[in-house]
Protein backbone atom coordinates (compact mmCIF):
# COMPACT_ATOMS: atom_id res chain seq x y z
CA UNK A 1 0.00 0.00 0.00
CA UNK A 2 1.38 3.57 -1.16
CA UNK A 3 0.72 6.44 0.88
CA UNK A 4 1.26 9.70 -0.87
CA UNK A 5 1.73 12.81 0.62
CA UNK A 6 -1.31 15.22 0.68
CA UNK A 7 -0.07 18.93 0.52
CA UNK A 8 -1.71 21.35 3.10
CA UNK A 9 -4.43 23.11 1.83
CA UNK A 10 -4.84 26.94 2.66
CA UNK A 11 -7.69 28.32 4.78
CA UNK A 12 -8.92 31.43 3.05
CA UNK A 13 -9.70 33.42 6.20
CA UNK A 14 -9.79 36.86 4.41
CA UNK A 15 -13.22 38.09 3.43
CA UNK A 16 -12.74 39.74 -0.40
CA UNK A 17 -16.39 39.09 -1.02
CA UNK A 18 -17.39 42.66 -2.32
CA UNK A 19 -14.18 43.75 -3.19
CA UNK A 20 -13.78 45.37 -6.89
CA UNK A 21 -11.24 47.00 -9.34
CA UNK A 22 -10.06 50.57 -6.91
CA UNK A 23 -6.68 51.47 -9.05
CA UNK A 24 -3.41 49.93 -9.96
CA UNK A 25 0.21 50.02 -8.60
CA UNK A 26 2.95 51.33 -10.12
CA UNK A 27 5.30 49.11 -11.94
CA UNK A 28 8.61 48.18 -9.52
CA UNK A 29 6.87 45.34 -7.67
CA UNK A 30 7.46 41.63 -7.87
CA UNK A 31 5.75 39.54 -6.20
CA UNK A 32 8.61 38.81 -3.72
CA UNK A 33 8.61 42.90 -2.48
CA UNK A 34 4.54 42.76 -3.02
CA UNK A 35 4.87 40.35 0.05
CA UNK A 36 7.64 41.75 1.68
CA UNK A 37 6.04 45.09 2.02
CA UNK A 38 2.79 43.45 3.14
CA UNK A 39 4.26 40.91 5.82
CA UNK A 40 6.75 44.31 6.75
CA UNK A 41 3.17 46.23 7.28
CA UNK A 42 1.96 43.84 9.60
CA UNK A 43 -1.02 42.53 7.66
CA UNK A 44 -2.68 39.60 7.22
CA UNK A 45 -1.67 38.12 4.04
CA UNK A 46 -2.84 35.55 1.52
CA UNK A 47 -1.28 34.22 -1.70
CA UNK A 48 -3.85 32.89 -4.30
CA UNK A 49 -2.90 31.29 -7.25
CA UNK A 50 -4.82 30.61 -10.44
CA UNK A 51 -5.56 27.12 -9.41
CA UNK A 52 -8.54 29.12 -6.76
CA UNK A 53 -9.64 31.08 -9.55
CA UNK A 54 -12.59 29.25 -11.59
CA UNK A 55 -12.39 31.68 -14.71
CA UNK A 56 -8.66 31.71 -15.67
CA UNK A 57 -8.38 35.75 -15.82
CA UNK A 58 -6.54 36.13 -12.61
CA UNK A 59 -3.09 34.31 -12.17
CA UNK A 60 -1.82 35.45 -9.42
CA UNK A 61 -3.50 37.34 -5.82
CA UNK A 62 -2.46 38.36 -2.55
CA UNK A 63 -5.43 39.12 -0.26
CA UNK A 64 -4.68 41.22 2.86
CA UNK A 65 -5.74 43.04 5.85
CA UNK A 66 -4.06 46.00 6.01
CA UNK A 67 -5.13 47.79 9.23
CA UNK A 68 -8.52 46.51 8.72
CA UNK A 69 -8.69 47.13 5.21
CA UNK A 70 -9.34 44.87 2.90
CA UNK A 71 -7.10 44.86 -0.03
CA UNK A 72 -6.47 42.51 -3.33
CA UNK A 73 -3.61 42.79 -5.47
CA UNK A 74 -3.93 40.62 -8.92
CA UNK A 75 -2.89 40.13 -12.14
CA UNK A 76 -5.82 40.15 -14.44
CA UNK A 77 -6.11 38.57 -18.09
CA UNK A 78 -2.15 39.30 -18.56
CA UNK A 79 -0.38 37.68 -21.29
CA UNK A 80 2.23 35.59 -21.22
CA UNK A 81 5.39 38.28 -21.76
CA UNK A 82 3.23 40.16 -18.92
CA UNK A 83 3.27 37.33 -16.68
CA UNK A 84 6.80 36.99 -17.33
CA UNK A 85 7.64 40.72 -16.45
CA UNK A 86 5.32 40.32 -13.33
CA UNK A 87 8.44 38.58 -11.88
CA UNK A 88 10.80 41.55 -12.78
CA UNK A 89 8.60 44.06 -11.38
CA UNK A 90 7.30 45.11 -14.51
CA UNK A 91 3.87 44.46 -14.16
CA UNK A 92 0.96 47.42 -12.99
CA UNK A 93 -1.20 44.74 -10.89
CA UNK A 94 -4.85 45.55 -9.86
CA UNK A 95 -5.79 46.77 -6.90
CA UNK A 96 -9.17 45.45 -5.90
CA UNK A 97 -11.16 46.72 -2.59
CA UNK A 98 -14.03 47.79 -1.01
CA UNK A 99 -13.36 51.62 -1.48
CA UNK A 100 -10.23 53.66 -2.92
CA UNK A 101 -9.06 53.54 0.48
CA UNK A 102 -7.32 50.00 -0.20
CA UNK A 103 -5.36 51.98 -2.45
CA UNK A 104 -4.50 54.87 -0.04
CA UNK A 105 -3.42 52.02 2.48
CA UNK A 106 -0.96 50.44 -0.33
CA UNK A 107 0.39 54.05 -0.79
CA UNK A 108 1.38 54.39 2.90
CA UNK A 109 2.99 51.18 3.23
CA UNK A 110 5.42 52.18 0.43
CA UNK A 111 3.13 50.10 -2.28
CA UNK A 112 3.41 53.10 -4.96
CA UNK A 113 -0.43 53.16 -6.41
CA UNK A 114 -3.09 55.17 -7.79
CA UNK A 115 -7.16 55.28 -7.95
CA UNK A 116 -8.76 54.21 -11.21
Known sequence: MHN???EPQMTKTIKTAGTS?????????????????LTAAGAK???LTGDDFFDGKVFME???EVFGTVVTIYT???SSS?????WDGGYEWHV???????VHV?????IDSRVA
Open 62 to 64: FAA
Open 45 to 47: VEL
Open 96 to 102: GGRSAES
Open 21 to 37: LQGYTDTGYSPERIADL
Open 4 to 6: ERK
Open 106 to 110: LNFIG
Open 82 to 86: EIAEM
Open 76 to 78: YKA
